[in-house]
Structures are given as C-alpha cells and as structure tokens.
C-alpha cells in the first residue's frame, strides 16, 4: 500500500533499498514529483545532509511521534 500521507516538510523513513544502510534511516521529504515513467518520486534529506530519491513506495511517514518538552 503506498502511503499518501507524504507531504514536503513531513518526516520520513527512508528504505534500506535507497540508503544501502540496514536500517530505515529518518528524513525529511524536500520535494515530491509526479514522474510519467515511475510515478510518483519523492525526495528526503537527512540529518546528515544526504538527499535520496525514489518511488513513493520506498519511503514511510513517521506516525505518532512523541515530543519531549524537558
């Protein structure tokens, strides 16, 4: 199921499959493409400044974060 909720500006996990990393990697998503030959393509920066990109399908909102106020 592809998540619809991305929105640029929202916080993502980005796959292993883009990353080459282990493990889903936090990011937040700077742009979002309507591609005519992959559909839709999202891109997210992480904290370290690295940008991926690829199909929608590829990235998970990150839900019910919780906020530390201390």
């Known amino acids: 199921m592809i998540d619809t909720m991305i929105e640029t500006g929202k916080d993502v996990l980005?796959?292993?499959d883009?990353?080459?990393l282990t493990n889903w990697t936090e990011g937040v998503v700077i742009e979002i493409e309507k591609n005519t030959f992959n559909g839709i393509v999202v891109a997210a920066e992480t904290k370290d400044r690295n940008v991926f990109f690829g199909r929608i399908d590829l990235f998970k909102?990150?839900?019910n974060r919780e906020i530390?106020?201390?």
């Open 61 to 63: 909102t990150i839900k």
């Open 14 to 16: 980005i796959s292993p």
């Open 18 to 20: 883009l990353t080459g």
């Open 68 to 70: 530390c106020l201390q």
